[in-house]
Each structure stands twice: as structure tokens, then as C-alpha cells.
């Protein structure tokens, strides 16, 4: 077998860190680093792809962000659309969580492709 074995993420290790997001950002914004939580206070299955899930959390709008890039960065948990986490919510983040890993592959491969082009070129 080549490379490495891929791990699904488990839904309810997903729960679990939705739930303690969700216990941050649900009364209001919420300050504070959620990569650094995720990847700190996750089971493993989640841990390892802690900036997706950012990336999936928010695209999805079950996290709204206010302020700038970097410290000065607030979370909002969407309490209207989705509720307090849940399987559902924790099954979508993960099926957007995969996609955006596979996304982030397809951008790494395409910029991949185009520096080899332009080595050959130059």
C-alpha cells in the first residue's frame, strides 16, 4: 500500500468540539484563537485537520467572524440557522471539512504544475 492511510474524522469526536465552540461563541462573539482550540482541545481524528475545520465552520455560516485577521478576531456562533451542535451539524462539517482538504490538494497540485512549468521555462 502506498502512502499513508487516511482516518475519517468521527462524528461524535466532532461533536464534542463543536460542542465546546459552541459553548465559547453562543452568547455573543466570542475573542480568542479557535484554530489553536481546536487543535488543543480535539480528539485525534479531528486535531489533525483543525484549520479545515475552521475554514468549513465558516463557510458553511455556522460561525460568523467580526474583526480584523489575526488576535483581534471574534467568532459568533449561528444560532438561528443551525441551533446548539448536533449530529446533523456535526455530519455537515464534516463532509465540508473533506471537501476543503480536497480542495486545498487540487490547489497544492495545480501550484505544483505551474512552478514546474515556469522552472522549465526559465
Request: net charge positive.
Amino acid at each position: 500500500m502506498n502512502g499513508w492511510q487516511k482516518k475519517p474524522i468521527d462524528k461524535m469526536e466532532m461533536l464534542h468540539i463543536l460542542g465546546l465552540i459552541y459553548a465559547r461563541t453562543a452568547a455573543g462573539f466570542g475573542k480568542g484563537g479557535l484554530a489553536r482550540m481546536i487543535q488543543t482541545e480535539s480528539k485525534p481524528t479531528v486535531k489533525t485537520k483543525y484549520t479545515f475545520v475552521l475554514k468549513a465552520l465558516i463557510r458553511q455560516n455556522i460561525l460568523f467572524k467580526e474583526g480584523k485577521i489575526g488576535r483581534g478576531r471574534s467568532y459568533r456562533w449561528n444560532l438561528k440557522e443551525y441551533g446548539p451542535p448536533s449530529i446533523p451539524v456535526a455530519q455537515m462539517v464534516i463532509a465540508e471539512t473533506e471537501h476543503q482538504i480536497r480542495m486545498d490538494a487540487v490547489r497544492r497540485r495545480e501550484m505544483k504544475r505551474l512552478r514546474v512549468r515556469h522552472e522549465q521555462q526559465g
